[in-house]
């Protein structure tokens, strides 16, 4: 079954959002495997953003996602990688549509609520990197 790995920004946490994620997500049936509130220390924040350090914005973003706690996520299900990021929204919440997580809270570019892995191998880095398999819970659950 997939996995993904989804985190409630620093911006999301301050603004009281993580019930409300968390339940978005339960709610279309998936399975939560793994959570915890965390601040990202600056050597994980650079390796999870390691794409983007040729970007403009790399100081910024790294500076931003270590400002305060984050709620980090394991989430499993069917197509369940594709899924959220439709339901997180396009990148830019100016653009994102009404009724997705940026469409409906996200500001700006910089502080848009939400992360999420964008493909199976960037699931698979970003899970290993914030998650031990100690801390992923693996048990049965109906729908
Ligand atoms: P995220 O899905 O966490 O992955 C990379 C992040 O870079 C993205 O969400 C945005 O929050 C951030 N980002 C993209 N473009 C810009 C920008 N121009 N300025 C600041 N942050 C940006």
């Known amino acids: 079954m997939e996995k993904t790995f989804l985190m409630v920004k620093p911006d999301g946490v301050q603004r009281n959002l993580i019930g ?51 709620f980090a996520m394991v989430w499993e299900g069917e197509e369940v990688i594709a899924t959220a990021r439709k339901m997180m929204g396009t990148t830019k919440p100016q653009d994102a549509a009404p009724g997705t997580i940026r469409g409906d809270f996200g500001v700006t570019v910089g502080k ?11 699931a698979e880095k970003e899970i290993n990197l914030f998650f031990d398999q100690s801390e992923q819970s693996d048990y049965e659950k109906d729908n």
């Not at 965390?38 to 400002?67: C, N, R, W």
């Open 112 to 122: 848009n609520v939400i992360h999420g892995s964008d493909s199976p191998e960037s």
């Open 20 to 70: 409300e994620i968390v339940s978005r997500f339960e709610k279309k049936g998936f399975k939560l495997v793994g959570a915890k509130l965390m601040v990202i220390p600056q050597s994980l924040a650079e390796k999870h953003y390691g794409e983007h350090k040729d970007k403009p914005f790399f100081g910024e973003l790294v500076d931003f996602i270590t400002s305060g706690p984050v």
